[in-house]
């Protein structure tokens, strides 16, 4: 499977931007999706995850309340609506498949990943 993010861009913060993580080759349906993100000079960290229904989401502390993450299955795409945005929010955003149909912060259980998109928020 290979997995699309797009969406990022450049927003002055306060603004608000959307992701979304498509996929071709197969469907993720049956499987969690997450978003990570690398901003530069840092390792890369969780953001949020979601079950393959829907059900069960999780996010990092910094950014609960003002990220949400959503599914539409019938479009096979995850979106991450980004609110509130700020300068620290600045990085490049991945999203992940996981192996499983829950999610978690933990990289060891991502199967794909995608390719990254930029954001960046201005201050």
């Known amino acids: 499977v290979q997995l699309q993010a797009f969406g990022g861009g450049l927003v002055q913060a306060g603004g608000s931007l959307r992701l979304s993580c498509t996929a071709s080759?197969?469907?993720?349906?049956?499987?969690?999706v997450g978003w990570f993100r690398q901003a530069p000079g840092k390792e890369r960290e969780f953001v949020a995850s979601?079950?393959?229904?829907?059900?069960?989401?999780h996010y990092t502390d910094s950014v609960k309340g003002r990220f949400t993450i959503s599914r539409d299955n019938a479009k096979n795409t995850v979106y991450l609506q980004m609110d509130s945005l700020k300068a620290e929010d600045t990085a490049v955003y991945y999203c992940?498949?996981?192996?499983?149909?829950?999610?978690?912060?933990?990289?060891?259980?991502?199967?794909?990943w995608g390719k990254g998109t930029l954001v960046t928020v201005s201050s």
């Open positions: 992940a498949s996981y192996r499983s149909s829950y999610g978690s912060w933990l990289e060891s259980g991502v199967g794909y």
């Open positions: 080759g197969r469907t993720f349906s049956n499987n969690a």
């Open positions: 979601i079950s393959w229904r829907g059900g069960t989401t």
